[in-house]
């Protein structure tokens, strides 16, 4: 596997001196639940696209991917493979298992414990995994650029607290070691609060709304179906967009990059999702109609949700590079001297560029409308 060279690894160090910017311990059918696509013709009346119209060349195209099974961890609701299906992106030449999580970390466990092939996660999750897993344990391969929004601190209707600062000495849920974790203790730093001045109490996002909508915290720092649940009964303190990068990773296993045949469905797959998302940014009803149904949500609620983040950061697929790696090092750092891990390590360890010449490719398939 081709590892960064000495060249990328100094470029790192410096761009980090500068500052730039893990579910199973036993996979249960109570943290993950699995469905599978076989290889199947497109069925989908609102798609606009086929399976193979405007795919890149990869480099890996010659390869027989027909007995693979590639299983791949989702977050919150089946994203990926609803949006394969309507875009008429699902006739994969492999096979495909999808699982759901209720955040990045419990896709990164699943993952060290072999019940996935591939995760998705914010910059966080990986950190945590690489901690625990050590050397050779995950390969960061792949960046899909995102938005930021849906990521925030909320506090019940009617709550006295209208500010960061008010949230010292108050009972906050939050999602450890995410997206949520990180931005909390962000907020709190901007607003010139420690981790200490509040009771933290760690939540799955699920259990976080319904301690926050409950009355049993008085704030949460959650995203997603969370955070849209949560404005129908309480109001935004403060958000993300502009402490996350939306650097979203894709990450892997040296075994499955080292197999050929799951390394070329694993790029394959991601040629499919960049043309999902070009389909999504121009059939943005189609594909809001089926956000809403999946986070009961209203119809319009879900296309402006939809449109505004497309606005601020489109969804687009971008090699792994030096300034990547810098912005998960400076949250990595973050966490360091916050004291939620006890020591520091190079994170540019744990990523590779194994993906890179496809990923060049798949980048320019993106479509902004």
Same mark, same amino acid.
Request: some cysteine; glycine content about 8%; aromatic content about 8%.
């Given at each position: 596997?081709?590892?960064?060279?000495?060249?990328?690894?100094?470029?790192?160090?410096?761009?980090?001196?500068?500052?730039?910017?893990?579910?199973?311990?036993?996979?249960?059918?109570?943290?993950?639940?699995?469905?599978?696509?076989?290889?199947?013709?497109?069925?989908?009346?609102?798609?606009?696209?086929?399976? $193979? &119209?405007? !795919?890149? !060349?990869? !480099?890996? /195209?010659?390869?027989?991917? +027909?007995?693979?099974?590639?299983?791949?961890?989702? $977050?919150?609701?089946? $994203?990926?493979?609803?949006?394969?299906?309507?875009?008429?992106?699902?006739?994969?030449?492999?096979?495909?298992?999808?699982?759901?999580?209720?955040?990045?970390?419990?896709?990164?466990?699943?993952?060290?414990?072999?019940?996935?092939?591939?995760?998705?996660?914010?910059?966080?999750?990986?950190?945590?995994?690489?901690?625990?897993?050590?050397?050779?344990?995950? /390969?960061?391969?792949?960046?899909?650029?995102?938005?930021?929004?849906?990521?925030?601190?909320?506090?019940?209707?009617?709550? &006295?607290?209208?500010?960061?600062?008010?949230?010292?000495?108050?009972?906050?849920?939050?999602?450890?070691?995410?997206?949520?974790?990180?931005?909390?203790?962000?907020?709190?730093?901007?607003?010139?609060?420690?981790?200490?001045?509040?009771? &933290?109490?760690?939540?799955?996002?699920?259990?976080?709304?319904? +301690?926050?909508?409950?009355?049993?915290?008085?704030?949460?720092?959650?995203?997603?179906?969370?955070?849209?649940?949560?404005?129908?009964?309480?109001?935004?303190? *403060?958000?993300?967009?502009?402490?996350?990068?939306?650097?979203?990773?894709?990450?892997?296993?040296?075994?499955? *990059?080292?197999?050929?045949?799951?390394?070329?469905?694993?790029?394959?797959?991601?040629?499919?999702?960049?043309?999902?998302?070009?389909?999504?940014?121009?059939?943005? @009803? !189609?594909?809001?109609?089926?956000?809403?149904?999946?986070?009961?949500?209203?119809?319009?609620?879900?296309?402006?949700?939809?449109?505004?983040?497309?606005?601020?950061?489109?969804?687009?697929?971008?090699?792994?590079?030096? /300034?990547?790696?810098?912005?998960?090092? @400076?949250?990595?750092?973050?966490?360091?001297?916050?004291?939620?891990?006890?020591?520091?390590?190079?994170?540019? @360890?744990?990523?590779?560029?194994?993906?890179?010449?496809?990923?060049?490719?798949?980048?320019?398939?993106?479509?902004?409308?």
């Amino acid at each position: 596997m081709t590892r960064r060279p000495r060249a990328w690894r100094l470029a790192t160090a410096a761009l980090t001196a500068l500052g730039l910017s893990v579910i199973l311990a036993a996979c249960g059918q109570s943290q993950g639940a699995s469905t599978s696509s076989t290889p199947s013709s497109p069925s989908s009346s609102d798609a606009k696209s086929s399976s $193979t &119209a405007g !795919a890149a !060349a990869l !480099a890996v /195209d010659t390869v027989d991917t +027909a007995g693979v099974t590639l299983r791949i961890g989702e $977050t919150g609701w089946k $994203t990926q493979q609803l949006l394969l299906e309507k875009a008429g992106l699902a006739d994969t030449p492999y096979k495909t298992e999808f699982s759901l999580f209720q955040g990045g970390n419990l896709q990164l466990e699943a993952l060290g414990a072999g019940a996935i092939d591939l995760a998705s996660a914010s910059e966080i999750p990986p950190i945590f995994a690489a901690q625990s897993g050590g050397p050779g344990s995950l /390969d960061v391969i792949a960046v899909r650029e995102g938005n930021t929004l849906t990521q925030e601190v909320v506090v019940p209707q009617g709550s &006295a607290i209208t500010d960061v600062g008010g949230l010292k000495g108050k009972k906050v849920a939050y999602v450890q070691n995410t997206t949520a974790h990180y931005f909390l203790y962000k907020a709190l730093e901007q607003a010139g609060l420690a981790w200490t001045d509040i009771e &933290a109490v760690p939540l799955s996002t699920s259990d976080g709304l319904a +301690a926050l909508l409950a009355g049993q915290v008085d704030a949460l720092a959650s995203y997603g179906n969370a955070i849209i649940t949560a404005h129908a009964n309480g109001a935004t303190l *403060v958000d993300a967009k502009n402490i996350l990068s939306g650097n979203f990773v894709y990450v892997s296993t040296p075994t499955t *990059v080292a197999d050929p045949a799951k390394k070329a469905a694993i790029a394959e797959f991601f040629s499919r999702l960049q043309r999902g998302f070009n389909w999504a940014r121009a059939n943005p @009803d !189609a594909w809001a109609a089926v956000t809403a149904e999946q986070t009961k949500q209203p119809v319009d609620q879900a296309l402006k949700t939809f449109t505004d983040g497309e606005a601020q950061r489109p969804s687009k697929f971008v090699p792994t590079s030096a /300034d990547a790696i810098a912005s998960e090092q @400076d949250v990595l750092d973050t966490f360091v001297k916050a004291g939620i891990l006890k020591s520091g390590f190079d994170i540019g @360890d744990y990523w590779t560029d194994e993906f890179n010449q496809d990923l060049t490719s798949i980048e320019a398939e993106y479509v902004a409308d």
